[in-house]
């Protein structure tokens, strides 16, 4: 009010000052602009496993609970339906193991390659995996739902109905993999990164995402938790492709121009 008034007193003070205000907005203005604005997505920080050269042949002995595996290879492997829950493996190379309803709940796998593995209902829940390169896994129903995965590549192969419910991912990368009906609800993801693999009816329901960078997936399909999205970052051609979802969520009806009015005079006749 101040500022019309003096704009109409006709002796120049009310327009130096409105100048003066406009000047000073748009220095404000110019620095808001200068600010950095903060865009890229952090990367993960993939796993450097170095295995060495003296592993010593698993003696084929069974799983034991709370068993100490320290530089061990297991080759090819029938592990399953044993009972290795709370066990340790550091520095240890498992290539070719079936793991059919494997118990290895709250075991902590540390340093350490896991190749070819094969099983349905292997038990991991609560289990740590920290430095860890998975390659070429053929899992189903695998239970995840607790674990802490850091630093952990997961490379190539297919996993069907993995339970990641409730877990911790932290710098952590899907590459070349088949993910079926992967269930991340109320998982917390850090810096995870999906790279050419195929994300099939995924469900991020109550889920909390950071700097997850979803753009590389071959294809993506959420089945649930749209709406905790935030957080990741998409493509645009992964924006139209979602684009259905996101209107669902929202209660948006997508009709053509007229379209509803002819639907009208339809039901009406």
Wanted: aromatic share 4%.
């Amino acid at each position: 009010m101040v500022r019309r008034a003096s704009v109409g007193t006709g002796d120049g003070r009310g327009v130096r000052g409105q100048g003066a205000a406009r000047s000073g907005a748009g220095a404000r203005g110019r620095g808001r602009e200068a600010r950095p604005v903060e865009r890229r997505v952090k990367g993960a920080r993939r796993p450097e496993v170095r295995l060495p050269g003296d592993l010593r042949p698993w003696d084929g002995a069974g799983l034991e609970p709370d068993g100490d595996y320290d530089g061990v290879r297991f080759e090819d492997a029938d592990l399953g339906g044993q009972d290795g829950g709370g066990a340790s493996f550091m520095d240890c190379a498992l290539t070719g193991c079936a793991l059919d309803e494997t118990r290895l709940y709250h075991a902590r796998f540390l340093d350490t390659v896991v190749t070819a593995p094969r099983g349905v209902g292997t038990n991991l829940a609560e289990s740590t995996f920290r430095d860890v390169e998975v390659r070429e896994a053929r899992l189903g129903g695998v239970q995840l739902h607790g674990a802490v995965l850091e630093r952990v590549l997961i490379r190539g192969g297919k996993i069907d109905y993995a339970n990641f419910r409730a877990a911790r991912l932290k710098d952590v990368v899907f590459e070349g993999c088949v993910l079926v009906e992967p269930d991340f609800g109320g998982a917390r993801l850090e810096r995870v990164e999906f790279v050419d693999c195929a994300l099939k009816g995924a469900d991020f329901g109550q889920s909390s995402l950071t700097d997850v960078d979803l753009r590389g997936a071959a294809s993506l399909e959420i089945a649930r938790g749209v709406d905790r999205l935030a957080g990741a970052v998409i493509s645009p051609a992964q924006l139209l492709d979602l684009a259905p979802v996101l209107a669902a969520e929202l209660g948006l009806r997508v009709l053509a121009e007229g379209a509803g009015e002819q639907e009208e005079q339809r039901a009406t006749r």
